[in-house]
C-alpha cells in the first residue's frame, strides 16, 4: 500500500512562491491519479490539481490556472506543486492524495490514499 508524504509548506508574503513535494513509498497502480487538495480553517477540503500518472494529464481549479503548476517525477515516485503569485486566500493546509478517481479527479471521495499535509500560510 502506498504512503504519501508532504513537503515544501511554509511562510511567505503575498506575490512569493512555494514548491509544495509529495513523495510516495511505493509506486502507484497502473492509472493511478495524484492530485493535490487544500483545506482551509472553517472551509471544506477542496481541489487544487491533478495529474495522470501514466497519461501525463493535468488538471486545475479555477482559481490557481495561470499560477499553480503540477508535475510528476517517476523515477523518485513523486508529484510536484508549484505555486508562483501566492495571495493570502491561498492560505490552507495542502494535503497529497492518490486513487483511481476516474472522472471524479476534483471530488475528495474519489481517492483512497492521503499524505498528513502540509501547511502553507501566505501573509498579506
Known amino acids: 500500500q502506498a504512503q504519501l508524504v508532504e513537503s515544501g509548506g511554509g511562510l511567505v508574503q503575498a506575490g512569493g512562491s512555494l514548491r509544495l513535494s509529495c513523495t510516495a513509498s511505493?509506486?502507484?497502480?497502473?492509472?493511478?491519479?495524484m492530485a493535490w487538495f487544500r483545506q482551509a480553517p472553517g472551509k471544506e477540503r477542496e481541489f487544487v490539481a491533478a495529474?495522470?500518472?501514466?497519461?501525463?494529464?493535468?488538471y486545475y481549479a479555477d482559481s490557481v490556472k495561470g499560477r499553480f503548476t503540477i508535475t510528476r517525477d517517476n523515477a523518485k515516485i513523486a508529484v510536484y506543486l508549484q505555486m508562483d503569485s501566492l495571495k493570502p486566500e491561498d492560505t490552507a493546509i495542502y494535503y497529497c492524495?492518490?486513487?483511481?478517481?476516474?472522472?471524479?479527479?476534483?471530488?475528495?471521495?474519489?481517492?483512497?490514499?492521503w499524505g498528513q499535509g502540509t501547511q502553507v500560510t501566505v501573509s498579506s
Open positions: 492524495a492518490a486513487g483511481r478517481p476516474g472522472s471524479a479527479y476534483y471530488i475528495t471521495g474519489g481517492y483512497d490514499h
Open positions: 511505493r509506486r502507484t497502480l497502473s492509472g493511478w491519479v
Open positions: 495529474f495522470t500518472w501514466s497519461g501525463g494529464i493535468t
